[in-house]
């Protein structure tokens, strides 16, 4: 690849130039109940860009193979599927610390399929302390399950239920 295809390809990932992740305004801490999470540092208004997440994608059958065996399976989901099979996805930087509320979500997310980024935004004002989270979709999740009648982390794979609750660009 020249030189002139590198800068094309790495301006095709970038955030564009008006767009404005705010410095400060996050944090990452621990959480009773979920390992880490991404939190409000300050007061942050509704609508603001939290952050562009970069995702690294591989084959389903990679992720069958070796990354459900392994700490990855927690921050793996299907970005799409298609005639060759499903490509999974793992989101980079704070784009796999965002915990998931069903009830309560105040950060959306939109998948920029021809970024290969995830944007995500806030839904309503919060107050400093805040933990900002994700919905990862309707139902049980695969951790809460406890016997055959609830979904499993399997059966969520074979879903593509992050589609459902994301709002999708290409």
């Known amino acids: ?23 400060g305004a996050l ?8 390992g880490r999470g991404v939190f409000a540092a300050k007061p942050l208004q509704a609508g603001m860009l939290l952050n562009v997440s970069h995702v690294l994608l591989f084959p389903a059958d990679e992720y069958q193979e070796h990354g459900r065996h392994t700490q990855l399976d927690n921050y793996t989901y299907i970005w799409s599927k298609g005639k060759d099979g499903s490509t999974m996805a793992l989101a980079l930087g704070l784009g796999s610390l965002f915990n998931h ?16 980024t995830i944007r995500y935004t806030l839904m309503k004002n919060v107050d400093a302390e805040t933990e900002l989270c994700i919905s990862y979709g309707s139902g049980k999740m695969w951790w809460e399950a406890k016997d055959e009648s609830q979904t499993t982390r ?8 992050m589609e459902g609750f994301a709002t999708i660009s290409s």
Do not use: C, G, L
């Open 154 to 161: 399997e059966d969520s794979a074979e879903r593509d239920w």
């Open 101 to 116: 509320s069903y009830e309560s979500p105040n950060v959306s997310y939109t998948f920029d399929r021809a970024k290969e």
């Open 1 to 23: 690849m020249n030189d002139e295809a590198r800068a094309e390809e790495i301006s095709r990932h970038a955030i564009a130039d008006d767009e404005e992740v705010p410095k």
């Open 27 to 34: 944090s990452v801490r621990k959480t009773d109940q979920a």
